[in-house]
């Protein structure tokens, strides 16, 4: 069956950076868009960071763009977000989530999610 498996989180000071991973299974990575989503206390699920297929398009959104960094290797079914200079925004649980209907970077439906990962940032 499919699995996303999500590790790496933490607390984390201010200013810091941590790596989260996002292990795969169970469906074709190499032809699947991933995208790292997150939830903030108290909000909504939005997107942070997608990747094409192959790895060479990413796609950020504004709050986090110029600090987190998304990629994949495919050979390890797996896709990893580096998140540098953090702040108390970015506290959040963090999933990985497979994208099926993506136009423009921008993803409009999933249909696979990991159980998420914590990150708290905080002096």
């Known amino acids: 069956q499919v699995q996303l498996v999500e590790s790496g989180g933490g607390l984390v000071e201010p200013g810091g950076s941590v790596s989260l991973s996002c292990a795969a299974s169970?469906?074709?990575?190499?032809?699947?868009?991933m995208y790292w989503v997150r939830q903030r206390p108290g909000k909504g699920r939005e997107w942070v960071a997608g990747?094409?297929?192959?790895?060479?398009?990413?796609y950020y959104t504004s709050p986090v763009k110029g600090r987190f960094t998304i990629s994949r290797t495919n050979a390890k079914n797996t896709v990893y977000l580096q998140m540098d200079r953090l702040n108390s925004e970015d506290t959040a649980m963090y999933y990985c989530?497979?994208?099926?209907?993506?136009?423009?970077?921008?993803?409009?439906?999933?249909?696979?999610w990991g159980q998420g990962t914590q990150v708290t940032v905080s002096s």
């Open positions: 990747i094409h297929t192959g790895g060479g398009w990413t």
């Open positions: 989530a497979r994208a099926t209907r993506v136009r423009g970077g921008t993803p409009y439906e999933y249909d696979y």
């Open positions: 169970g469906f074709t990575f190499g032809s699947a868009w």
